[in-house]
């Protein structure tokens, strides 16, 4: 594919289908950006199954490929039940052709709330069940939401190389009422849900997490997000809420639409992506 000077995020880099051979940098934001050197997460490991491989998504930054392993690793010891791992990246990184904004650079990671208790063959991972456990309507969980899902979340936070979870408000939800209730029965614990403000609602991601981690080290051209406010961010639930459930006002077929703001990719993301 010839990509035009200068890359934007609006091309699609979907066709690029090789590493480079360089070294492993993270270029740009999350959300606009190429990754170099990237890794591959071998397609299953212990206590892990990548999902629709077809994709070729499964690339990332070394640090997240060694987070994913890891991960896996310490949920396998405890629960026995593997992981399914959806997007990562592109070989190169850049703008997916669906699906995503972010996961440009190899530092996201989607992670099924689905568990597999045995591996399953390359042919039914490319359609995997969802496990959705989020009733939308009623602003609340649902029958399929387990202790595991929390726990899973909780794990993920206390990294501290991770920067953000990004989950439904619902869950979020129920993650800030557990916390109140610890809170109020004035147990020692409180301070122990202080990773919760590293989980952030955000529509969709109902059937997953959302995992995201804070630029390596040494990556001078990688752009970390402005960190979340201080605090757990409960406050904002009910915000959330009224966005959910409430009546969706019609909309102005009259009135023109606004142009689509394009944002130029980092120069050096031109060679990687062409």
């Known amino acids: 594919m010839?990509?035009?000077y200068p890359v934007t995020n609006d091309q699609p880099d979907g066709e690029v289908l090789s590493v480079t051979k360089i070294g492993?940098?993270?270029i740009g934001s999350y959300a606009n950006g190429c990754l170099a050197g990237a890794d591959a997460l071998p397609l299953e490991g212990e206590g892990y199954q990548?999902?629709?491989t077809s994709r070729n998504r499964y690339y990332g930054h070394p640090e997240l490929i060694s987070f994913v392993q890891e991960f896996a690793k310490q949920l396998n010891q405890s629960e026995g039940d593997g992981l399914l791992i959806g997007d990562i990246s592109m070989p190169r990184g850049g703008?997916?052709?669906?699906g995503h904004a972010s996961h440009q650079i190899g530092l996201d990671v989607d992670i099924w709330?689905?568990?597999?208790?045995q591996m399953q063959t390359l042919a039914r991972r490319e359609?995997?069940?969802e496990l959705d456990v989020v009733n939308q309507g009623a602003f609340k969980l649902n029958d399929n939401w387990q202790e595991a899902h929390a726990e899973m979340i909780r794990l993920a936070a206390l990294d501290p190389k991770v920067a953000r979870i990004f989950v439904n408000p619902v869950i979020k939800q129920e993650l800030c009422r557990r916390s109140l209730q610890v809170s109020l029965s004035g147990s020692t614990k409180s301070k122990e849900y202080s990773w919760l403000n590293k989980v952030r609602p955000w529509w969709g991601h109902s059937f997953h997490m959302h995992v995201r981690l804070h630029c390596p080290l040494g990556d001078s051209l990688c752009r970390n997000q402005q960190p979340p406010r201080p605090g757990s961010g409960c406050e904002d639930i009910g915000w959330w809420k009224r966005q959910l459930s409430g009546v969706k006002q019609p909309t102005d077929k009259t009135k023109k639409p606004e142009a689509k703001h394009?944002?130029?990719?980092?120069?050096q993301c031109?060679?990687?992506l062409k």
């Open 127 to 129: 359609s995997p069940e």
């Open 24 to 26: 492993s940098l993270a």
């Open 95 to 98: 703008t997916f052709t669906s």
């Open 270 to 272: 031109a060679q990687l």
């Open 262 to 267: 394009v944002r130029v990719k980092p120069e």
């Open 2 to 4: 010839k990509t035009p």
């Open 113 to 117: 709330f689905r568990r597999a208790a």
């Open 50 to 52: 990548v999902i629709r």
